[in-house]
């Protein structure tokens, strides 16, 4: 069954400061991976995806993800972070042939100036 | 480019009252439509999802039910609202051959009383 895990409930940063918010999955076939971002009260925005190719991905407002597959994990990335990146960060995977998109709980980002 | 709509934005109903929650995609034909709940600000629970008219896949049995009467209409219904349908229900959308990552409506906070 495929599964996502957010590990990290929130992660506080300093402004300026690089981040990480990390992301583990779990599928039995070749993962579509992705992330997106929730301001609150709003709905969910695409930040980037990973598809196949390169191992690193690069979206909007800075991000970047990593792909890992030998350690199954698709880490979300900037190098400086604003307070405006402030918000809630969702990880998902797709399972080649389902419909579906699974989600993770969630994980916190409070960048602090 | 292809947009999402939702309304109500907002709605207070009490319990045992019927609901209707409607979402609308513009500029895309034969999308995938998705109906998901988010309670308490964190993790998305997917609802049902829809690949054509009158197509809807159930994912979590329970008091509510959806409908596809058009192309790019997706309604979330209930006869009879229970105080834990409360939440931000989103809607959501995506392409059918391509890589699958989904777009979210603004979304409509319910709240039950």
């Known amino acids: 069954a495929q599964s996502v895990a957010q590990p990290e409930d929130q992660v506080n940063v300093a402004e300026g400061n690089p981040l990480t918010v990390k992301c583990t999955y779990s599928v039995s076939g070749n993962p579509y991976l992705f992330w997106y971002v929730q301001y609150p009260n709003r709905g969910l925005q695409f930040l980037l995806k990973?598809?196949?190719?390169?191992?690193l991905v690069k979206g909007s407002y800075g991000f970047e993800a990593e792909f890992n597959k030998s350690q199954t994990s698709f880490h979300l990335k900037k190098p400086s972070a604003l307070v405006s990146d402030s918000a809630l960060y969702f990880c998902?995977?797709?399972?080649?042939?389902?419909?579906?998109?699974?989600f993770g709980a969630g994980t916190r980002l409070a960048v602090h100036p | 480019s292809q947009t999402i709509h939702q309304w109500p934005a907002t709605l207070v109903q009490p319990v045992g009252s019927p609901l209707s929650l409607e979402c609308t995609v513009e500029g895309t034909s034969n999308p995938n439509l998705y109906w998901y709940r988010q309670a308490a600000g964190r993790g998305l629970q997917l609802l049902f999802y829809s690949v054509g008219i009158g197509q809807i896949s159930s994912e979590v049995p329970q008091n509510l039910s959806a409908s596809r009467p058009q192309d790019r209409q997706f309604i979330l219904s209930s006869k009879k609202l229970l105080l834990s349908d409360s939440g931000f229900y989103l809607c959501?959308?995506?392409?059918?051959?391509?890589?699958?990552?989904?777009?979210f409506g603004p979304g409509t906070r319910l709240t039950v009383t």
């Open positions: 959501a959308w995506s392409r059918t051959r391509t890589s699958y990552e989904q777009y």
């Open positions: 990973y598809i196949t190719g390169d191992n």
């Open positions: 998902a995977v797709r399972e080649s042939g389902y419909n579906k998109l699974i």
